[in-house]
């Protein structure tokens, strides 16, 4: 259901029914002006993860990410605030896609659209009460009052995705799909969801509905690229849209050398054969400068997302004094660490041109990024307002963009090592969210053990 309203609050017309939401705050996705909630979840639960896992070797930087984190919570919490309603995003996407503006210029509609009972949306329901969920555990020792709030939210909003099941690609249509269609199905964020509100709550109802489901996630259908449909292997993906691989490492710390370990120790073990570069079941394909490539666009999204998966289960192989073999290859946690290293140091600049992939970082960065607040003048230096089409000027100029957005990643370079700096090149030079999230925990490590 679309409704038109500003992101403050307002009174909106539901199907004949008004109600008021404050909408206030998010996180857009990437270089436009939407509140995809979808991909906003995913980054969300993944920062939320990088602070659990991590959060001991973050130092003083651990408040700025809690910080950060709850950005994302309090809007999340005012987008689940009428019950039985999500709103699964906010902006009209082909009219900002049309523009190139300021986020202060903006006059596109700003056209919400809600999933309910009638018209669900179980999938982007879903990675919201998994955010919420791992986020409650983040803030049980920091804010206990505010955590409770969070989980309770959490099981509120999991328990509405899985009772009204259907997927938003049909509820809300054209205003996700091209954008954020999930191609994957819906179960997976459902079982995600019941698998963080377990890890927050203990709750073995959670478990059990983990446990009588996974078995969908065994052969589902995945479209990973426009070109390409893909049946099965499904536990080797992981991002915004595919939570397989997530599941089954999460999962396995907690049952890990116990007689419920099966499936999941043994698909987070494929999972890592599915990426290590010797490995003979490798799924992955590697640039001969070494940096991990899957299907599709923007490819640091799965450099970022595999690396700390990576780190992640190397981990719990140690705490269980577990490793594992590939084919006839024996793996060790400390292989785990090494090419998630590699991973990182490739896109901080240890590659063929010597080019950092973060924003700020390094000598030679992107500097043309696909971005509209950072390639267009700031109000304070043009305060003049810059309509739809008059960014475009902006936006095909061959200048460096007029703002640094600092310690962004961009979605890297293409399979021969090469980098195009253009804004053109979205693929390429459009920064997001979820690359971003999940490294934060691997630079975190890293940053701890620069040698490991």
Not at 20 to 33: I, R, S, T
Not at 145 to 168: E, T
Not at 250 to 270: E, Q, W
Request: hydrophobic fraction near 35%.
């Amino acid at each position: 259901m679309n409704i038109q309203f500003s992101d403050n609050k307002t009174r909106l017309q539901y199907f004949g029914e008004q109600f008021q939401v404050d909408l206030v705050g998010g996180y857009y996705d990437a270089g436009d002006n939407i509140k995809f909630s979808f991909p906003m979840a995913f980054t969300t639960t993944m920062l939320a993860w990088s602070i659990l896992e991590f959060g001991s070797h973050m130092g003083p930087e651990q408040k700025n990410a809690q910080e950060a984190l709850k950005w994302g919570t309090d809007y999340f919490l005012k987008a689940t605030s009428v019950p039985g309603k999500v709103i699964a995003q906010v902006g009209e996407p082909n009219a900002d896609h049309n523009c190139w503006e300021r986020p202060e210029d903006m006059d596109t509609p700003r056209t919400s659209y809600v999933v309910n009972t009638t018209n669900p949306g179980s999938e982007v329901s879903a990675e919201i009460a998994a955010a919420l969920a791992a986020s409650s555990i983040v803030f049980k020792s920091v804010n206990s009052q505010y955590s409770k709030i969070l989980l309770q939210r959490a099981s509120q909003v999991f328990q509405f995705a899985d009772q009204y099941q259907g997927s938003y690609n049909t509820s809300v249509g054209s205003g996700v799909c091209p954008y954020y269609c999930d191609f994957d199905g819906y179960m997976d964020e459902l079982i995600w969801a019941a698998a963080w509100l377990f890890k927050a709550t203990n709750r073995q109802s959670y478990m059990k509905y983990v446990v009588d489901n996974i078995h969908y996630l065994e052969n589902s259908t995945m479209r990973q690229s426009k070109e390409a449909l893909f049946v099965g292997g499904s536990f080797a993906e992981f991002g915004w849209d595919a939570k397989h691989a997530g599941i089954n490492v999460l999962i396995s710390r907690l049952v890990m050398n116990t007689s419920r370990s099966d499936p999941f120790v043994r698909h987070a073990d494929k999972f890592i054969c599915s990426v290590l570069p010797e490995s003979p079941t490798k799924l992955v394909t590697y640039s001969s400068g070494g940096l991990l490539f899957k299907p599709g666009g923007s490819n640091s999204q799965h450099v970022t997302a595999m690396s700390f998966l990576l780190l992640v289960y190397s981990r719990y192989l140690t705490r269980f004094h577990r490793s594992l073999e590939c084919g006839n290859i024996a793996v060790t946690p400390s292989r785990l660490i090494q090419v998630s290293k590699t991973q990182a140091d490739y896109l901080l600049g240890s590659n063929p041109l010597s080019m950092s992939y973060m924003v700020g970082y390094g000598r030679k960065f992107p500097r043309r990024i696909h971005h509209r607040g950072s390639s267009l003048p700031s109000i304070d230096t043009h305060p003049k307002h810059v309509k739809c089409l008059e960014g475009s000027i902006f936006f095909k100029s061959k200048y460096p963009n007029f703002n640094l957005l600092t310690g962004a990643i961009v979605g890297g370079p293409d399979i021969n090592d090469q980098y195009n700096d253009t804004r053109i090149n979205w693929s390429q030079s459009e920064p997001t969210t979820y690359i971003n999230a999940p490294f934060v925990g691997v630079l975190s490590y890293f940053k701890a053990y620069p040698h490991p």
